[in-house]
C-alpha cells in the first residue's frame, strides 16, 4: 500500500546556540515514497561543514538515481558516499528515514531518536544506529514496515528526557490534527529551563478513495434516527410479507387445481380452506414480526455500539487534557462521556462494556479531583457496645489518646478498650468542646451556658468573672485562652485561664460576619466554618483576606467540622453528605488555602467527627457509634 505521510515540526528552545531543521520530501510520492531529515548541529561547527540543505539535496538526488534498485540498497550507496563529505571530528545529531510503500528504511547519528507510536504503544527504534565515526557517520541502517495510523517521532536528541512516555502516548493517541498535537507537546516540554530540542512527526495515513468514503457513510449512520432506520426497514418487511402473501395464494391455487378430476369439488369443506389459509397469513405475521424487531434491534444495538465507541474516544480526550493541565475542559469532557453513556444504562445492553466505561470514568474524576477512597478504615471502637442506644457527638484527643462524647458523658479509648462512662453534666446538654494543651485537660460548653473541665481524671466547673458565661455554639481553645463563638452577637468571646477561673469576656471579633458560622478552630489565626462551606479567617480580631484555590469539582456546601492545628499544613473539614473529609494546604507565603486531596468513606454514611494528629500521619473520624484510624502515610494521596 502507497500510504499519505502529512508531516508537522516543532523547535523549542531560547538557546540559540545550535542550528535545527527538518526537512520532508514527497517528490517520491508517484512510488509511495518519503524521505525525511532532522538536523541539529552548532553554528560553530557547520560553518566549516556542509549545511543541512546541502545534505538533504545529496539525499534526494543520489537516491533518485537506479530507481529500479531496492530502497534499502539505494539508501545503503547514498549514505555510504554522503559519508566522504564528512570530517571524523565533526557532529551533528541527524535522523535520516526513506519510507517506500509501507517500509521505513532508517539511520541516525548523535543524540537524535526515532520513536514509533502504534496501538497506545511508544518504542524507541533507533537504538543502536549510531555512528562511530571511523566507519563513517551513518553506518548502519534499520528496517521495519509500517502500519496504518502509525505516528513516526523524531527528535533531536531524548525525548523521554522532557516528557513521559504516558504523556507522549496521550498526545499522539488522540484525534487531534498533528500541528495541534505538537502545541500540547510544547506545553509540556517548556519550563523554566526550556530545551533546545526538535521534533518532526509523521502520520501514516491510507490515501483517500474516489468513491464516496467509509468514514462519510459511518457518520450517516450515526446521525440517522431510529424512527428513520425503522421506516426503512418496515418498507422492506412489507415487500417480503407482499411477496410470501402472493406465493400462499399461488400454493393454494395449485393445490385446488391439482386434486383429482373425479373429485367433487363442492364437498371440500370450505372451512378447512380458510382455516388453512388463515394459518398461512398467521405464520407469515409472526414469520414478518420477527425479522423486523430483529432488525430494529440490530440497529439499534449497532447504534450503542458505536456510543461505546465514542464515549472512550470522549475519556482519552478527557486524559488529554488533565495531562495538559486543564482541569476545567477535562471535567466537562468527562461530564460529556457521562451524559452520553445514559441511554446505554437504560437499555440494559453491553452490560460489561458500560461497567467498565462506568469505572473508567470514576477513576478520571477521581484523579481529576485527587480522590483517594478509604474503603477499609481501622475499626478501633464502637461505642453501642458500651451504651445501647448511645448518641456520640464528636471526638478529642488528649495525651495520645482518643475521647468521645455524646451529650452529657465522656468515654475514654485506650487502644481498642472502652473505659467506663465519665459523667459530665447529667441534666444539661454539652454544645462545644475543645482541648486545652497548655493545662492539659478537656473543656465543655453546656447548653446551659456551663464551662466544664476533665483533668487528671475528673470533672470540675469553671467560673468567669463575669457573672455568667455568654452564650456560644462552638468552643476552640489556644494557649492558655478559650475561645466562645456566638454568631447571634456576631461575636467570639475570648477568655482567659487563670487556673480553675476564667477572666471576663472580651469581644474579639471587629470586622468578620460571623451569620451562619458553626465551628472554628485555631492555629494562630481563628479559622470559622459557615454553613455553606465558606470559611473567615481572623487574625487579632479583623478579618483577614485570601483565596481558597482549586475547589473540588464537588464543591464543599455542607460541611459541620473544621480541624488544624498549629504544627499541621493543612486545613481540614468533615462533610458528611458527600462522605469525605476534604484537605487544603496552608501556604504560608500567599495566606491562602489551596485545595490538596479529598478523603472519601463510601461505606460510611453518619461522619460526625474527625480529628488529626499534629504530625498528619493519623486521621481518626467518628460515624455513628464508631471510630476509625486511617493512616494517612499509606494511602495514596
Do not use: C
Not at 541539529?40 to 557547520?46: A, I, L, M, P
Not at 541516525?108 to 504503544?121: H, I, M, P
Amino acid at each position: 500500500m502507497n500510504f499519505l505521510l502529512p508531516s508537522s515540526q516543532l523547535i523549542l528552545g531560547k538557546n540559540k546556540t545550535s542550528k535545527i531543521k527538518s526537512f520532508f520530501s514527497d517528490s517520491f510520492e508517484e512510488k509511495g515514497q518519503g524521505l525525511f531529515m532532522l538536523f541539529e548541529s552548532s553554528e560553530k561547527v557547520e560553518k566549516n561543514s556542509l549545511t543541512p540543505e546541502k545534505i538533504f539535496s545529496i539525499l534526494e538526488k543520489e537516491l533518485k538515481k537506479q530507481e529500479n534498485l531496492d530502497a534499502y540498497v539505494r539508501l545503503e550507496e547514498t549514505l555510504r558516499n554522503l559519508n566522504k563529505n564528512f570530517k571524523k571530528e565533526q557532529n551533528f545529531n541527524v535522523a535520516i528515514g526513506l519510507i517506500e510503500k509501507n517500509t521505513l528504511h532508517l539511520t541516525q547519528t548523535g543524540s537524535a531518536e526515532v520513536y514509533l507510536l502504534r496501538k497506545n504503544n511508544l518504542s524507541a527504534i533507533s537504538e543502536g544506529l549510531k555512528g562511530d565515526n571511523e566507519n563513517g557517520i551513518f553506518n548502519s541502517i534499520a528496517s521495519g514496515e509500517l502500519e496504518e495510523k502509525d505516528t513516526i517521532i523524531i527528535s533531536t536528541s531524548r525525548l523521554l528526557r522532557y516528557a513521559t512516555k504516558t504523556e507522549i502516548i496521550k498526545i499522539f493517541s488522540n484525534t487531534l490534527e498533528t500541528e495541534e498535537s505538537l502545541e500540547n507537546l510544547a506545553d509540556v516540554l517548556t519550563t523554566e529551563e526550556e530545551p533546545r530540542l526538535g521534533v518532526l512527526t509523521i502520520n501514516v495515513k491510507s490515501p483517500e478513495k474516489k468513491e464516496e468514503p467509509i468514514e462519510i457513510k459511518r457518520e450517516s449512520i450515526r446521525t440517522s434516527s431510529y424512527d428513520n432506520r425503522n421506516s426503512q426497514i418496515k418498507e422492506k418487511a412489507i415487500k417480503i410479507a407482499k411477496q410470501f402473501s402472493n406465493q400462499a395464494t399461488i400454493s393454494i391455487q395449485d393445490l385446488i387445481k391439482r386434486a383429482p378430476a373425479s373429485a367433487n369439488l363442492n364437498k371440500i369443506n370450505k372451512d378447512q380452506i380458510l382455516l388453512g389459509f388463515l394459518i398461512v397469513i398467521v405464520i407469515l405475521i409472526i414469520g414478518v414480526t420477527f425479522v423486523l424487531n430483529r432488525n430494529i434491534e440490530s440497529a439499534d444495538k449497532e447504534t450503542l455500539r458505536q456510543t461505546i465507541v465514542d464515549t472512550k474516544d470522549i475519556l482519552v480526550a478527557a486524559e488529554q487534557r488533565f495531562l495538559l493541565g486543564d482541569k476545567l475542559e477535562a471535567t466537562n469532557i468527562i461530564l460529556k462521556a457521562e451524559e452520553k453513556i445514559q441511554p446505554l444504562l437504560k437499555t440494559g445492553l453491553f452490560k460489561n462494556e458500560v461497567a467498565q466505561l462506568q469505572e473508567t470514568i470514576q477513576k478520571q474524576k477521581d484523579n481529576l479531583d485527587a480522590r483517594v477512597r478509604i474503603e477499609n478504615p481501622r475499626l478501633i471502637a464502637d461505642l453501642s457496645k458500651k451504651q445501647a442506644n448511645i448518641e456520640p457527638l464528636g471526638i478529642l484527643s488528649l495525651n495520645n489518646n482518643i475521647f468521645a462524647f455524646n451529650y452529657n458523658s465522656l468515654y475514654e479509648i485506650i487502644l481498642d478498650q472502652i473505659n467506663d462512662a465519665i459523667s459530665i453534666e447529667p441534666n444539661d446538654a454539652i454544645v462545644g468542646a475543645a482541648v486545652v494543651e497548655d493545662s492539659k485537660s478537656l473543656i465543655f460548653f453546656t447548653k446551659a451556658q456551663k464551662m466544664l473541665g476533665y483533668i487528671d481524671g475528673q470533672i470540675v466547673p469553671y467560673s468567669t468573672a463575669n457573672e455568667t458565661w455568654k452564650e456560644g455554639i462552638a468552643l476552640a481553645s489556644y494557649g492558655k485562652f478559650i475561645y466562645l463563638l456566638d454568631p447571634s452577637k456576631n461575636q467570639i468571646w475570648k477568655y482567659e485561664q487563670k487556673r480553675q477561673k476564667f477572666s471576663e469576656a472580651l469581644a474579639y471579633n471587629i470586622d468578620a460576619d460571623l451569620n451562619g458560622a458553626i465551628d472554628l478552630v485555631i492555629d494562630g489565626n481563628i479559622w470559622v466554618l459557615k454553613n455553606d462551606g465558606s470559611i473567615i479567617k481572623i487574625f487579632k480580631g479583623h478579618k483577614e483576606n485570601f483565596t481558597i484555590k482549586d475547589n473540588p469539582l464537588v464543591p464543599v456546601n455542607t460541611p459541620t467540622k473544621i480541624y488544624t492545628h498549629a504544627d499541621t499544613k493543612y486545613v481540614y473539614l468533615l462533610d458528611p453528605v458527600n462522605q469525605r473529609v476534604v484537605r487544603y494546604f496552608k501556604d504560608l507565603k500567599t495566606s491562602d488555602l489551596i485545595y490538596g486531596n479529598q478523603y472519601n468513606f463510601d461505606n460510611l454514611k453518619n461522619l460526625k467527627g474527625l480529628y488529626v494528629e499534629p504530625t498528619e500521619q493519623k486521621m481518626y473520624v467518628l460515624d455513628g457509634t464508631k471510630v476509625y484510624e486511617i493512616a494517612l502515610d499509606s494511602v495514596k494521596k
